[in-house]
């Protein structure tokens, strides 16, 4: 059965770092997602990508972040300058429609800690 | 906005039946999807409701009324690999696309 990958499955940066988190949704799939949930919190919407381009953004997601997809399979979370507070998951998700009835699947995640 | 309001936590013997409770206040309303989530693990998708009444899924089965802003979520026969977090979430339009607003999620311990 096809998957989201994510890697790495954990990232230790100390603050003032740049990061970068790797998604490879699955390959027929159009519709892309970040997501974070803060330890013992919910999951958190970020930011959502649909033909090369950002949909939707929560406000969370500042200027400290941007996506990419950099080529045909990988997406890309970037976060420019880490600060403690972006200690997280950081789960990617896709879709294969626009539809709201289809499924949103989940990578395994990416844990990242900021020292 | 969203709001969605579930139990933070229960607990059920091994074999009974549980339900967990979710109500949610949206602007405007496209269905409800119920996701589990076992510790340090991603969401996985168990079911979506957008009219009114009970899904049947093997042991699982989700229920919605929308006039009174609430689901539920029914597991049969809990096995111990139950014991996870279950997830109420609505989406939302954005551009083009339906981002998921996460209630904080139900820690199911299921004991034998």
């Known amino acids: 059965e096809p998957e989201v990958t994510q890697t790495p499955s954990h990232q230790v940066t100390q603050m003032g770092q740049e990061v970068i988190l790797r998604c490879v949704p699955i390959?027929?799939?159009?519709?892309f997602y970040w997501y974070r949930q803060i330890l013992g919190q919910k999951v958190e919407f970020l930011v959502s990508?649909?033909?090369?381009?950002?949909?939707?953004k929560s406000e969370i997601f500042d200027d400290q972040f941007s996506v990419e997809r950099p080529d045909g399979s990988n997406f890309t979370l970037k976060i420019r300058s880490t600060k403690l507070e972006d200690s997280a998951m950081y789960f990617c998700?896709?879709?294969?429609?626009?539809?709201?009835?289809?499924?949103?699947?989940f990578g395994p995640g990416t844990r990242l800690t900021v020292t | 906005g969203q709001n969605i309001d579930q139990p933070t936590e229960m607990t059920a013997t091994e074999g009974a039946i549980v339900q967990i409770n979710c109500t949610y206040q949206?602007?405007?309303?496209?269905?409800l999807f119920w996701y589990q989530q076992h510790a340090g693990e991603a969401p996985t998708f168990l079911s979506y409701?957008?009219?009114?009444g009970l899904e049947e899924k093997g042991r699982f089965s989700s229920f919605l009324s929308r006039s009174k802003g609430y689901s539920y979520l029914l597991l049969k026969e809990l096995q111990m690999k139950d014991s996870a977090s279950y997830l109420c979430?609505?989406?939302?339009?954005?551009?083009?696309?339906?981002?998921?607003?996460f209630g904080k999620g139900t820690k199911l311990s299921v004991i034998p």
């Open positions: 998700a896709s879709s294969e429609g626009t539809a709201v009835s289809y499924e949103q699947y």
């Open positions: 990508f649909y033909n090369n381009e950002i949909s939707e």
């Open positions: 979430a609505a989406p939302y339009s954005g551009a083009g696309s339906y981002q998921l607003t």
């Open positions: 949206t602007s405007g309303f496209n269905g």
């Open positions: 409701n957008v009219l009114d």
């Open positions: 390959s027929n799939h159009l519709y």
